[in-house]
T-cell receptor, first 113, second 109 residues
Framework: DGGITQSPKYLFRKEGQNVTLSCEQN?????MYWYRQDPGQGLRLIYY???????QKGDIAEGYSVSREKKESFPLTVTSAQKNPTAFYLC????????????FGPGTRLTVT | LAKTTQPISMDSYEGQEVNITCSHN???????ITWYQQFPSQGPRFIIQ???TKVTNEVASLFIPADRKSSTLSLPRVSLSDTAVYYC??????????FGAGTTVTVRA
């Protein structure tokens, strides 16, 4: 089965700790994305990567970091600098340019207390 | 980046047709229009995409007028399982897609 996996589904952390969210895809897609969704709101782009070893900031990159060492993987680290990290995080991938269909993972719900 | 405007919510009944209109007055020549569906606690799912005129697939139709400043997603004969949030996106080649708050469609029996 081709698709995107995110783990874990639920994650709890104490304030001040860094946490890394996993995202893996086996669709052979070049582009990958991280979004954040808060209750009742739309998705906001955190980071995106068009190819391996390259990534760009989205609209709300402050307090987050990413890496793209492999085509299949695009992990997101939520650092202690992120003021309001509690949210639903979604990873996606697409075959090509920004208007290509994006395939989303099931999401990780992060709660920081 | 073209901004989109959609109604916040819409109510319907099973078997009816639902039409959701999205405004994108600043759409650029190279922009495509894409609609996604999202159920609670899940990632969005692609529904349909178009550039102009009309596009139809097995689940929906997309109507785009000649000036492309708006688009209408049409869901024929909705069922309870179509209750979801629907997002209109206008994408450019810079990968920066903008998901607004979407339209919450509630289908009642």
């Amino acid at each position: 089965d081709g698709g995107i996996t995110q783990s874990p589904k639920y994650l709890f952390r104490k304030e001040g700790q860094n946490v890394t969210l996993s995202c893996e895809q086996n669709l052979n897609h070049d582009a990958m994305y991280w979004y954040r969704q808060d209750p009742g709101q739309g998705l906001r782009l955190i980071y995106y990567s068009q190819i391996v070893n390259d990534f760009q900031k989205g609209d709300i990159a402050e307090g987050y970091s990413v890496s793209r060492e492999k085509k299949e993987s695009f992990p997101l680290t939520v650092t202690s600098a992120q003021k309001n990290p509690t949210a639903f995080y979604l990873c996606a991938s697409s075959a090509g340019t920004g208007f290509s269909e994006q395939y989303f993972g099931p999401g990780t719900r992060l709660t920081v207390t | 980046l073209a901004k989109t405007t959609q109604p916040i919510s819409m109510d319907s009944y099973e078997g009816q047709e639902v039409n959701i209109t999205c405004s994108h007055n600043n759409i650029a020549t190279n922009d495509y229009i894409t609609w996604y569906q999202q159920f609670p606690s899940q990632g969005p799912r692609f529904i349909i995409q178009g550039y102009k005129t009309k596009v139809t697939n097995e689940v929906a139709s997309l109507f785009i007028p000649a000036d492309r400043k708006s688009s209408t997603l049409s869901l024929p004969r909705v069922s309870l399982s179509d209750t979801a949030v629907y997002y209109c996106l206008v994408g450019d080649a810079d990968y920066k897609l903008s998901f607004g708050a979407g339209t919450t469609v509630t289908v009642r029996a």
